[in-house]
């Protein structure tokens, strides 16, 4: 079964932004979950849908299928819950991992995450000086979460 093991982490300062190149990703949910989201996104030119096991644990079951652009834009534009999500991810080296920085735009603006996917739940992760809290298990950090109750709208941010 495919998997996916991360962890996430608020991002303190621009510190990794030296060098980093980002891609646009814009992302929907057909549905949110529980037992499962399923999402659709836009990523530079290539479009996926993905179907992740929806849990607080960092260690979830994931599938991901490409599929065409124009499905994707359709499916975006007229059949995802909530508000879209608007981000570019940038892939930034550190400690012998790739960290993915979201930064989100639109809804969810002024949010700024770090993603690093992990071989193992327990494998030691050096954590780069631009992280700050661990936000793995806070559902409201979680994409499909910020599509429902998006960050510009939180009463008490961080």
Same mark, same amino acid.
């Given at each position: 079964m495919p998997t996916e093991i991360e962890r996430k982490f608020l991002v303190t300062n621009d510190a990794w932004r030296d060098g980093a190149e980002g891609e646009r990703? /814009?992302? @929907?949910?057909?549905t &949110? @979950? &529980? &037992?499962?989201? $399923? /999402? $659709? /996104?836009?990523? @530079?030119s290539k479009a996926f849908l993905n179907i992740k096991e929806a849990t607080t644990r960092i260690h979830r079951q994931e599938f991901e299928y490409e599929i065409p652009l124009d499905h994707a834009h359709a499916l975006l534009d007229r059949l995802c819950a909530g508000h879209v999500i608007e981000k570019t991810r940038y892939r930034v080296p550190y400690g012998g991992r790739i960290w993915e920085i979201d930064v989100f735009e639109g809804v969810n603006e002024g949010l700024v995450v770090a993603e690093v996917e992990l071989d193992d739940e327990n494998a030691a992760v050096d954590l780069p000086p631009w992280v700050g809290e661990e936000v793995s298990s806070d559902i409201r950090y979680f994409n499909s979460s910020l599509a429902l109750h998006p960050y510009q709208k939180w009463k008490e941010r961080r």
């Open positions: 990703y /814009r992302q @929907g949910y057909l &949110p @979950g &529980p &037992p499962a989201a $399923v /999402r $659709v /996104r836009i990523a @530079g």
